[in-house]
């Protein structure tokens, strides 16, 4: 029975009450708010308070003190390939084209069955909660195995029910995947950390059918569609061979263009094809290390932000990154923006913040229940720390999040309130199992 303390307020019940130095709530946008607490309550952010305002309010079954740290959202990874971390340093320093065709495709074909993505899932999703990443946009294939690795380690999930022309060990043709995915999709309809996206691989793989097939679905269902765009020149001079135009033209033939629509990596637009995704709502999905890496090259992020195309931040799979590390994908992020429009204003600490939370969140169409510390959201977070030696002094906390800070600062990961990373270590699994995993299949393939 909740008891009067001193001031006559009668405190609340929740089960914590989180108390940093600072907290970057997202929205608004641009603050920064010291001598706060952010209280929790049966999943979701119950409120955003001073800190003297929250002990009067709440009584807590857990008050987690985090003095030299900054609390945020839970960081979302809008474009990855989960399983591919094992095959993490497989086919480096080749481009995109032929690290497909004489390398990936071909392993894939011999090992990506669900085993493969369950252990590979699992070892990615391990990776993202170390580095505060609570959600991930995944584009592969059996996507049950990914749901269940997701589930082992607690993260939120958004599966790719993935279309491509040719076969593989999950599917015999664009039909039997859209149809797989769909089953999944349908079993896994009471999962509250699951959802789902269509997931055309590319221009170059998908047929003008399966597009429409695509656009038809995602407008009966109201789920967006992901999908590679503009990744490389070869890819636009082969649909102008092919198809007479380049292939975001052809996608707005087809019905694809619209809010649902993702469009990852969008390396190479021209200003009228900055002006469609503007008009028509678009989103991107921003991958700055990958594209580096693959030698796709860097996109207009600069000219993008100016039109108002809402953007989030991906990683890409580990075979083309390394990484699953947002925070080296924000300081990417940012530091070529600046660097292509050759103006330092261009992508600040906070609109790259916002990138990594709420514009994932709102690509996704999910915006409403993550991706910023608004009360009646849910409680997905990670704490920072900024207080070690050798990243200081700290002026500004989102500055340095962005510029300063790496994966390894994070010390505390949450989803939906629930702890699954805790001073460095995932909570739902041993670390000694990831290694063993990571090493059986280091073999299989290597054998």
Not at 126 to 137: H, L, S
Not at 259 to 268: G, M, S, T, W
Not at 341 to 367: C, K, P, V, Y
Not at 435 to 446: E, I, K, N, Q, S
Request: glycine share 8%.
């Amino acid at each position: 029975m909740n008891t009067p303390i001193a001031s006559g307020v009668v405190p609340i019940d929740i089960d914590l009450l989180i108390r940093p130095q600072w907290i970057i709530p997202i929205e608004p946008a641009g603050v920064t708010l010291s001598a706060h607490s952010l209280a929790v309550n049966d999943g979701c952010i119950v409120a955003l308070l001073p800190d003297d305002d929250a002990l009067q309010r709440f009584r807590p079954w857990q008050t987690l003190d985090l003095p030299g740290q900054v609390l945020l959202p839970g960081l979302i990874n809008l474009h990855t390939h989960a399983a591919m971390s094992l095959l993490r340093g497989y086919a480096d320093d080749l481009p995109l084209m032929r690290w497909l065709s004489e390398r990936i495709w071909p392993a894939e074909s011999r090992h990506a069955g669900p085993d493969f993505v369950r252990d590979g899932t699992l070892l990615a999703c391990a990776e993202m909660v170390r580095g505060g990443i609570t959600t991930f946009n995944d584009m592969y294939f059996f996507p049950d195995a990914a749901a269940e690795a997701a589930r082992r380690i607690g993260m939120r999930a958004v599966l790719g029910i993935i279309a491509i022309e040719f076969p593989t060990r999950y599917a015999a043709d664009a039909d039997d995947y859209l149809s797989k995915g769909l089953a999944v999709r349908d079993a896994l309809s009471g999962n509250p950390l699951v959802s789902f996206c269509l997931a055309p691989h590319a221009p170059y793989t998908v047929a003008d059918k399966t597009f429409r097939n695509i656009a038809t679905l995602a407008a009966q269902l109201e789920i967006p569609v992901h999908v590679h765009l503009h990744e490389t020149l070869h890819e636009i001079d082969e649909s102008l061979k092919m198809h007479g135009v380049r292939p975001l033209e052809r996608l707005r033939g087809l019905g694809l263009l619209g809010p649902q629509l993702i469009a990852v990596h969008a390396v190479h637009l021209d200003a009228g094809e900055i002006d469609l995704l503007a008009r028509e709502g678009c989103h991107l999905a921003h991958c700055p290390t990958s594209n580096l890496k693959l030698g796709s090259g860097i996109p207009p992020m600069s000219a993008i932000q100016t039109h108002g195309i809402n953007f989030g931040l991906g990683t890409d799979g580990a075979a083309s990154n390394n990484r699953l590390d947002l925070f080296q994908e924000m300081r990417h992020a940012a530091l070529l923006a600046k660097g292509a429009s050759q103006n330092a204003e261009a992508i600040g600490a906070h609109t790259t913040l916002r990138a990594a939370t709420l514009g994932g969140a709102r690509a996704l169409g999910i915006d409403g229940e993550i991706g910023s510390l608004i009360p009646g959201k849910k409680a997905d977070l990670c704490a920072v720390r900024l207080d070690e030696w050798l990243i200081q002094p700290c002026f500004d906390p989102a500055s340095h999040l962005v510029y300063v800070a790496g994966r390894e600062q994070v010390t505390h990961t949450w989803v939906e309130g629930k702890l699954v990373m805790s001073n460095g270590v995932p909570v739902q699994i041993d670390i000694s199992e990831l290694r063993d995993l990571a090493g059986l299949w280091h073999t299989r393939m290597t054998s």
